[in-house]
């Protein structure tokens, strides 16, 4: 069963990030007919307002009188939609192209008007899901694209909806810190599930002896922390550049904040490298283990063999058919005790050699 | 067959660059006799004006009147050609130098009147095939040496074709960031055959249990993962060089582009380092089936064994030509039952050792 | 014995650090219920008076007439008295809430008021035992909060009842740096207990000729060594990173001290370094006794089962029934002395065997 | 064969640097008195004259009338030579040491009248040969000290003779750069040797199945490849360090040749990084064909033996010497097609064996 | 034997540096009662006056004129003797304290009125010797201490003897120098023992087939070259830091010697790193040897094996009891030349398959 599942594990795509139109003119935006249509979630608020709703027509946006709006977009299949957004608030060509492109690296680059921020915003529902969320942050708007809905933020949604810290009395840059910060720590469930299936595994491995299906899964999670190390790594440039930048929309108290955002990646990073050094521990064990396993085996067959050889070869002794007339040849077959005198031998050569093995510490 | 076809491939030079001739003046233009002759191409093109055409005659470069021209030169198998156009364009000697010499690592140098870059364009035509390319950048003229026909430009070409873009209305400077642009796009499609290839391996590994033939592929794809590396690493420091530099012939806006392309320089550095990480996995995964497999097969052989010695040490036992007219002697051989009872016996041990090692989970 | 231990040792969870509730308001104090109830140790002190008491009621701190006050509180379990201390104080919710989150790397964080350190304080009863101190050190007192009673401080607080060295003349940051060297030096021990653990194994290693339970004991052993690493790791930062503020309550004078601790720190880093490198070096050493002694066991055996199966062929061979009537068939077997002819083959076919093996090593 | 070479291979003295004789006044000349005779060559010239000869006495350096003079000294042997140069040049002892103290690694020092470049020679006769060049390079002047005759540099003297380039009309410091790059393109020619045996050796793997002989050469390469590694690396530090120079006697103008130097150094260290993988890639091909190799050989004599030891026991069985008057003893002893049964049960159990393993893929 | 040497080695405690009594007052000097007291020696000299004793009495210490006083402690457990000299120097506490703690890491401080430098002087005396060397340098005295008699100064005294270079016209800093440059270069012939162990450990791997000792001896090299890297590595940054600092009895002029001898550590540490790579392909030559005559010994008894297994059939085949009166039972042993037939088919057999393991190359 754990082979089965190893299977459908490896038919995955693992490499998705090799794809990519090459030549075609940077800023066009290339969607991937297949993605989802994006549904535009807006929240609009001000220390006392808060208009929270999904809209069809991005008109809507134009009526809004808040501090801040954050739009949020989930599901990137629909170029007209991200187009239009994209003029309305003024973004650049080529990030908008890297929020279609939904592999790009963790980073951060300023624009004249805008920040942007790529994100990768991990999931693990059965296997690793990671998704890019692309973060706008400009004067009074924060702009999320997600990959597909479903995400990390509805932490800060809560806190917006009921005036939780002073998250509305301050700026659309405090917005942006506190989805980052959502995104991070959402990371510790995903890794904690690495922590229980490796513990698990370690047992396994020690349980079943090892053996193939153990390979594939420690190749799965090889993979996956690959995969994670790529996804966290480069957050902690990406924050540490959005830390230095400084921008009339961007308020230089939100940088305490983001010291701190910046250390819970570190401990995510941390974490992902124990894992990964756990991942090799235990591919040694594996091996260990297989191998003492197959080496306990052999051992006792071998040992088997091994007397059981010099008592076929007495056997074989007296079965010669030597002629017995002549008092030198095989005196033995004509004892009225030497059946029991060839047991005897017999038993006497097994018992020494069980116990020569004994004394070595064989057995 | 798949041996056959790894042997092929390791009659390849694995180590092209060692090759130079020492000693000689630097600036030389030792052109290697067996290079293709070069067919030289040009696009000169303002906003408005499109000339396009392969020239013969180096003399058709100064009746042309654009803002850019665009030479592009596939095969270096001419010294005189490429001293004319050295001549024309006022290119450095060391540079052409570095042209001819198609083993150099991707750089970048500016020189007084132009910059000069390397780079290494990728295609994957049944095995790597790495191409230099030396392109030259001045007022007004970008330079393209390939060392043969048939490069990863083309899209470059059909954008100034059909004034995609606003290609036509910015400097030589833009186009050579889309010529570079362009080079690594290309290499995405090429990366995306190794992930192909690997996980096609390993598939096979598990089926065919590993061998030989695995252990040559994937020694194969290290060497080219390895030349892969030395063909993209350098282009980030090159690409930061570029990046750096100041001069009246390159616009600074152009370097909004340059960081779009040298984030992509980034992805594919990361997606060589996943596949150089993958081949190790697939070392280890090959390593692993190999031992299980064999383990698997001396297993079984050596229970065939065990089993059989203690049953032929039985019927050696009785074949013992003891007088049995002493009651003393194999009474055995005198019952009515013997034989049947003999049987019995090694039934027993029989079962009894297949019990044994079911119950230690050997079987 | 050793195999239940190393048992027990992994039922232990392996990365605490996962845990962690995503999403709540940066600044809030989420207490763990199950947390020790604080116990609040203060030590008042001026060149000539000490006020050392254990206090319940938090008031009593209003009352203190003395240069510097160090409360100690050891048991994050109680929100109240955490919120009552970090307003009193004036401490930064980011850091009250690093305080209550035991998880956190070693780090420096300067504050407007005060410096926050955290470092992680190592034990070792039975298992390693790592608990996060927070230390809060501002103009004229210095907090430090501790996971569970019982600490490294002892011998500062020995020396601030004895008037040991200047310690009671110099102000609050001497304490604090006081409080961290105390914490580095009670690594060391931690660090020998490795030592001794280490080199036992070693000699447990070639006593036992390895295995599984050695396995799990290296295995333990390399995940303690790697909690150590990122325990001691950032103490290297932090405290270069404390050298280089600059605030009216850190005296400069202390910086020499600091000097000193960080070159503490650094030697620990070795140790712990070299113990890892030794771990590395005891898993070579395993295997290879592991596998040194199958293949002694697997030699042994083989030669006894090739020495008797040639003379098993023999004595198979003076077993056929071949007609002797006719002089060509086995006429050893009507020899007179064929039977002693027969066991002389044998005897010289053993020996020549045992004299081949031995002539080539092999015994 | 193989094998004798390799002996021969490991008398040579792997590490030659370790040898100094401690305590000596720095600045001592402790010439070692094995060391062949120097042979003084000097090349004096000017655009329009160029002289030169083999001197014995030393007063003729005196009498040159000429722009730029090179003398260049192979033969270390002798105290008197080398200290009347060092006088006439105003060398500084210290790297009048390091000339005579011929294990330095390659460097760069500047003094007040002139720079001092330590190089090391490659040459590839047999083995590696690695020889010290010393280099110095002042007003007027560059002296070159070699360990012993033959070098690099003749396709400089060509050059020199036939007024190739333009290099005699530009200083010392030109000729200081066209030594040195002579030094590193003769590099090339060396490591190709190194790339063609490692092909070879590869080649050798496989088709002579790995063993000791193939460990022997591999770890000749690798030290071999790990001097050449101390032999390159530095050089880019050095020519780097020569690069940042300023003085009078060094032309601003040669620095855009020492950056082409450098690049091909770094192109050298490539190849020798290469090289140095490819020879892990052989040790681990080697492992795996070896191991591979010894498993064919294991499993085709198991299969043998698995086969026959049943097909013995068989013939045991009625070799048995049960009592045939009791019908129930072996009845098939009396059988008339008694015989061709056995013969087929056999056959029989030889056949279902091999189609066994047949069908398992062991075969 | 071998392996009794191994074990003595092992006894030895491996990580001393670990040892520590946490909790004192920084700056108290904790000597160690079992280390041997100090013998003072002390030379001093200026350019025409040299005074050389060992005193009891520091009191003699203050008759003493001359430019430049050497006091040279060996042992370290008299903490009066050491406190007197600290107060008549003006030594740090901090400094001494690092003097009584023998486990220093090299390192260099700046103190206000003299510099401070640990190193740590190497010894090879059947084992690696390792003892810590404190320098104190100030104006007009240079204070060593060393923590036993016996060092590495001798040819530095020699030279102050006999005036042998300049060393007694210059100041207390070029001594401080030409006491490191001491150190730094008795490690060679220390580092050339290891050389010709390994070499020696290598031949004896090839002659010994590996085994249990070697592992032992590379693991005890491995520990001791780990700890020449230790007190080796810092020593560069220690001599960089101590070339950077500026003070007015530090003579700039020093500092071209101390960069001499930072190129001998570097030397030194390319040294060690050789010697570690070469311990780490030592052991990948003992377990390819290992392994490869393990390989070999099994091969010869399973050959031996597979061909005395059929034969044994063959013997037990004509060795059954068939009722030979019926035609088709075993007419071969009613033949006149069954016997040799049967012998011959034997032969057959034993020919045909080592002329099959001769072709496939397996003997």
Redesign the interface.
């Known amino acids: 069963m754990a082979k089965k599942k190893a299977e459908k594990v ?1 038919k995955k795509k ?2 998705p ?12 935006l290339n969607v991937d007919a297949s993605a989802p249509a994006p549904i535009v979630h807006i929240i609009a608020y001000g220390p006392d307002t808060l208009d929270e709703r999904t809209i069809t027509d991005l008109a809507e946006l134009e009526g809004l009188e808040s501090d801040v709006v954050w739009v949020d977009v989930a599901g990137l299949g629909d170029a007209a939609v991200l187009t239009q957004l994209a003029e309305r608030f003024g973004l650049h060509p ?1 990030a908008m192209e ?1 929020v279609v492109n939904t ?3 963790p ?1 951060f ?1 300023a624009y004249a008007d805008h920040y942007f921020f790529v994100a990768r915003m991990l999931d693990h529902v059965g296997n690793l899901d990671v998704e890019q969320v692309s973060l706008f942050c400009g004067k009074g708007f924060v702009l999320t694209f997600q990959e597909k809905p479903g995400d ?1 933020f ?3 949604r ?2 917006l909806r009921r005036t ?2 002073s ?1 509305r009395n301050v700026g659309a840059d405090y917005l942006a810190y506190a989805l980052l ?2 995104i991070v ?2 990371m ?2 995903v ?2 599930v690495y ?1 229980d299936h490796l ?1 698990l595994l ?2 396994d491995i ?1 349980l079943s ?1 090892g ?2 299906p153990i ?1 594939r899964r420690l ?1 799965h999670y ?2 996956e922390l ?1 995969e994670l190390r ?1 996804s966290t790594w480069p957050m902690r440039d990406a924050i540490n550049a959005l830390m230095r930048e400084e921008a009339e929309y961007f308020d230089p108290a939100t940088r ?2 983001l ?2 955002c910046l ?1 819970h990646v ?2 995510v990073i ?2 992902v490298e ?2 990964r ?2 991942v090799s ?1 235990l ?3 594996n ?6 396993k ?2 306990e ?10 007397i ?6 007495v ?10 007339s ?1 008092p ?3 005196p ?9 005198f ?1 047991l005897g031998m017999m038993t006497t050569i097994a018992v020494g ?1 069980l116990a020569f093995f004994k004394r ?3 057995l």
């Open positions: 490896s693992k490499f990030g090799a794809k990519r139109a090459p030549g075609t003119s940077p800023g066009t080529l890297d592999h790009q690296r980073k680059e990390s509805e932490p800060v809560e806190r939780r810290g998250i910060d959502a720590d959402h510790f469930p890794l904690e922590g513990e370690e047992e020690f002896g053996g193939e390979v190749m090889r993979q690959l790529r305490v904040y010291r701190d250390d570190l401990r941390d974490l124990s894992y050094e756990y521990s591919m040694d064990i091996l260990s283990v297989t191998s003492a197959l080496n085996v052999m051992k006792v067959l071998t040992i088997i063999a091994t059981f050889i010099p008592l076929g070869f056997a074989g002794l007296y079965g010669m058919n030597f002629d017995t002549s030198w040849n095989m033995e077959l004509g004892w009225a005790f030497g059946y029991p060839a050699l070595k510490g064989w």
